[in-house]
Each structure stands twice: as structure tokens, then as C-alpha cells.
């Protein structure tokens, strides 16, 4: 019946065109076919001859503020677009989306398929999950770089610590006895400086860096409890203060006469 109205009436031919026409766009988006290509990747099934030369189109790419315009052959995928668009957005394909007709596309459908034509717009957006990735990985190397600022200033202590171990070692080398306190005070202390790396919170590169330093910590303890035994078998050198007297030769006048 709908057919024979709009043989007769002309508005009904608008309206009957106009609906056939928007049901077969619906029905053209909704209805996508796929096939997988000899590399594995999966894109839209085309209907034609794949021989017939295709236009190059103009897209202008909405970027939030930022507008971009690039060319491209209109049988090119979605994807394709994507991988030209990351060095202008500086986002990886991976990271985008792009918006056409109000739908996000798939990778692997083409552009003409889906009826985008030459200065057709498209919107591209960056992927929640990517921007939730990004934020992670800003803190996570916030965290790293304080956490190598903090054992960097607990390695120039160590360093110190090291110099006066190696001084303790050298004098009872030499064979001077030194004060049992002093050793233990050093032990104390560089045990302080294992106490701090303990607390740093590191991972990747801090990590390593921090177990480099928890070493030379234990290194110098270890060197330190092997001169405590040294140093005890160190004789004090005894220092006297007594002055040897010695007594005068005999002074003798010796006259020599003449006569």
C-alpha cells in the first residue's frame, strides 16, 4: 500500500526515498562482514572489484582543541588512519580512537565501506585505559626517581663510612692498636645506613642500586669484625717519658812544664 501511495503522491516518494535511504546506512553499519587477511590481521570484507582504482581523500582529523588534516587512499582502513595519525598526535595507534558518524570504527574497517568521502571529519579521541596507563606510569617513575635520590644520599654517607674503614685498616696494618670504641662506632653507624636502604621503597633500576649499596654496607661490617680481632692482637706501643743520665767525663788539668 505504501508503494502505491508514493507512486502518487510526491511527498510520499521523498519520505519513502529518505527512509530507504537511512535504513540502508543502519543496516550497511550494523551488518559488517569480515575476513582475515594473510598476515592475521581482521578487516572489513569488501564487496567489488579490488582492481578498480581508488581516490585519494582529504580527512580533517578533530583532535579536542588541535585540527589535523591528513591524505589518504580512500580503501585504507580505520587502523591505517590511526598509524598516520600518531605522529601527529604523538599517540600510539593503540591509544586512539577514532569517531565517525557518531560510532567509534573498528581497526580493520575500510573508509569508504563506511562512507566517508573527501573532507569527511573525524573525531579522535584517546583511550581512557590509555590515559589511566600513562598516569600509572608517571607516578610508578616519580617513585623510582625519588627512591634513587634517597640512596644516592645514603651511598655519599656509605662512601665516608668506607674512607674511615679503610684509615682503621690501614693503621692496624701498620701495627697501630686503635680504640675498640671507635670500631664499634663505626659498625653502628654504617648499620643505621643499612637500616635506611631497608626502608626505601624501590623497584627496576633503584633496586639494583639499592641492593649495590646494602652490599657495601655489609662488606664493611664484615671487614670491620675481621680487624676487631687484629686490633686486639695489636701490642700498645709504650711511650716513656724517663731521660737517661749520663755523668761527665773526668776533667784533668795536664801541665806541660818547660824549662
Not at 530507504?20 to 590481521?41: A, K, Y
Request: hydrophobic residues 35%; aromatic residues 6%.
Amino acid at each position: 500500500m505504501m508503494k502505491k501511495r508514493s507512486n502518487v503522491y510526491g511527498g510520499g516518494r521523498m519520505m519513502s526515498g529518505s527512509s530507504t535511504t537511512t535504513s540502508s546506512l543502519t543496516s550497511r553499519d550494523e551488518e559488517i562482514e569480515w575476513e582475515m587477511r594473510p598476515g592475521g590481521m581482521l578487516v572489513q570484507k569488501r564487496i567489488g572489484n579490488p582492481q578498480v582504482s581508488s581516490p585519494i581523500l582529504r580527512l580533517r582529523i578533530a583532535f579536542g582543541v588541535l585540527r589535523y588534516e591528513i591524505s589518504i587512499n580512500s580503501r585504507a582502513t580505520f587502523g591505517e588512519v590511526k598509524k598516520l595519525l600518531t605522529a601527529e598526535s604523538g599517540l600510539q595507534p593503540g591509544e586512539q580512537k577514532l569517531i565517525f558518524r557518531g560510532k567509534e570504527r573498528e581497526n580493520g574497517e575500510y573508509l569508504d565501506i563506511c562512507g566517508v568521502k573527501d573532507r569527511s571529519k573525524l573525531n579522535l579521541i584517546e583511550d581512557p585505559c590509555s590515559i589511566e596507563r600513562r598516569f600509572i606510569e608517571m607516578r610508578r617513575n616519580a617513585k623510582i626517581q625519588t627512591a634513587q635520590r634517597t640512596i644516592s644520599d645514603v651511598s655519599m654517607e656509605i662512601d665516608k663510612l668506607a674512607e674511615q674503614v679503610s684509615a682503621i685498616e690501614k693503621s692496624i696494618s701498620n701495627g697501630v692498636k686503635v680504640s675498640e670504641v671507635q670500631i664499634t662506632t663505626l659498625i653502628e653507624m654504617l648499620m643505621r645506613q643499612a637500616i635506611k636502604l631497608d626502608g626505601i621503597p624501590a623497584e627496576g633500576e633503584a633496586s639494583a642500586l639499592k641492593n649495590l649499596q646494602g652490599k657495601r654496607v655489609q662488606k664493611c661490617v664484615e671487614t670491620l669484625d675481621v680487624l676487631k680481632i687484629s686490633n686486639a692482637k695489636v701490642k700498645p706501643v709504650v711511650v716513656t717519658t724517663k731521660w737517661e743520665t749520663f755523668d761527665p767525663p773526668p776533667t784533668t788539668a795536664h801541665w806541660e812544664f818547660f824549662d
